[in-house]
C-alpha cells in the first residue's frame, strides 16, 4: 500500500483526506466517502491485496464523520469478480478450498458493508461480474448506467455464486429469475436489472455522475442515524416474522426518537422549512 494520505483545506475550511492504494482510491470530504476500484485494465478484479485495502479505506471512513459512503470504478467496468489471474485457492484439486478465500475476503467484506450505519452506494459504469455484482448489490442503493450490466459469470468458470449473489438475487428478483441468471451466466442489461428490482436505478450513461451527485448531496444531509436504523429494519425484515419484526421496528424508533435530528425534522415541519440534519 502507498501511503499518500493528505489533508488539505480549500476556501470552505473542507478537510479533504485522499489515499491512493495499490488497487483502489479513497477520498473522504464533508461526510462523504468514496471509495473507486482501481484496477481498470483487470476491469477492477479483485485481487489479495484488495480486500485489506477496502477494510482500511472503511476504517478511515468509519473514524471520521461518515453521513455517506460511494463504492464507485475506474475505468469501462466496474468489477470482474475475483482476479482469475491470481491462483483461486491453493494445493492440489482435493487439497483447494476456495471457500476458504470467501471466508477470509470476501464474507467479511460483504457483511461489513450491509451493516455499516450509513447510506452505502454503489456506482456501476459498466460490467460487474462474479463477485463483482454482489459487491455492487451488497450497496443499500445501486445506480447504473445504461450500458451497465450483470453477469452471474460463476457458471461459466464452474463456481457457484458468492460473496451474497445467491441471497441478493434470490430475494429481490425470485428464484426462477435467479436461476436463470445463475445458470446460464447470460448478460442481465442495467435496464432490465432496473425493471427487475435488483437495483435501485438505471440512469443514461452521460448523467450517470450527475445523477449519482444529486442522491449522495441528498443522502449528505440527511438525518443520517434515522436512516442507519432504517436500512437495519428493511434488512431485517426478510429473516422475522412480522411480530418479531414489529418489535424491531418498535426498538429502532425508540432510538431514533431521541436523535436531535428527529427533533429538527419535526421542528422544521412546523415551522414551514427545510430541515437542517446534522447526522446527530
Ligand atoms: O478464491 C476466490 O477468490 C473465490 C471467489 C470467487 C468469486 C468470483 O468472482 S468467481 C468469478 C470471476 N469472474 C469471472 O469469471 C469474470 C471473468 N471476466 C469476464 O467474463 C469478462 O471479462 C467480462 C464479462 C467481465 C467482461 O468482458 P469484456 O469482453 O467486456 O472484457 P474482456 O476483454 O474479457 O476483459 C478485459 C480485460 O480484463 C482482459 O485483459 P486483457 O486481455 O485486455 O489483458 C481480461 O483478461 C481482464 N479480466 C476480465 N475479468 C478478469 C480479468 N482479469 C482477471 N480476472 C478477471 N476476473
Given at each position: 500500500m502507498s501511503d499518500n494520505s493528505n489533508s488539505n483545506y480549500n476556501a470552505e475550511t473542507i478537510e479533504v483526506l485522499t489515499m491512493t492504494y495499490e488497487t483502489i482510491q479513497f477520498e473522504q470530504a464533508d461526510g462523504v466517502a468514496r471509495i473507486t476500484l482501481n484496477r481498470p485494465e483487470r476491469l477492477n478484479a479483485l485481487c489479495e491485496a484488495t480486500f485489506p485495502e477496502l477494510h482500511d479505506a472503511l476504517d478511515r471512513a468509519e473514524a471520521g464523520s461518515l453521513r455517506v459512503l460511494v463504492i464507485a470504478a475506474a475505468g469501462r467496468g466496474f468489477c470482474a469478480g475475483a482476479?482469475?489471474?491470481?491462483?483461486?485457492?491453493?494445493?492440489?484439486r482435493d487439497e483447494r478450498d476456495i471457500g476458504a478465500t470467501l471466508e477470509r475476503n470476501y464474507n467479511p467484506l460483504i457483511e461489513r458493508l450491509r451493516s455499516l450505519p450509513v447510506p452505502v452506494v454503489s456506482v456501476v459504469n459498466g460490467v460487474a461480474a462474479g463477485a463483482g455484482v454482489s459487491l455492487a448489490l451488497a450497496a443499500d442503493l445501486t445506480i447504473a448506467a445504461r450500458s451497465a450490466s450483470f453477469v452471474l459469470a460463476f457458471a461459466r468458470i464452474g463456481l457457484v455464486p458468492d460473496a451474497g449473489a445467491t441471497y441478493f438475487l434470490a430475494e429481490r428478483i425470485g428464484v426462477a429469475r435467479a436461476q436463470g441468471l445463475a445458470l446460464l451466466g447470460e448478460k442481465l442489461s442495467a435496464f432490465d436489472a432496473a425493471a427487475w428490482g435488483l437495483i435501485w436505478k438505471c440512469v443514461e450513461d452521460d448523467e450517470l455522475a450527475a445523477r449519482v451527485d444529486e442522491l449522495v448531496a441528498r443522502l449528505r444531509v440527511g438525518p443520517t442515524v434515522g436512516l442507519g436504523l432504517t436500512k437495519q429494519a428493511i434488512y431485517a425484515a426478510g429473516e422475522r416474522a412480522l411480530a418479531a419484526q414489529l418489535r424491531l421496528e418498535r426498538e429502532l424508533q425508540a432510538r431514533a426518537g431521541r436523535t436531535a435530528d428527529f427533533e429538527e425534522g419535526v421542528a422544521a415541519f412546523l415551522a414551514k422549512r427545510a430541515a437542517r440534519f446534522t447526522g446527530h
Open positions: 482476479d482469475l489471474e491470481q491462483p483461486l485457492g491453493t494445493g492440489s
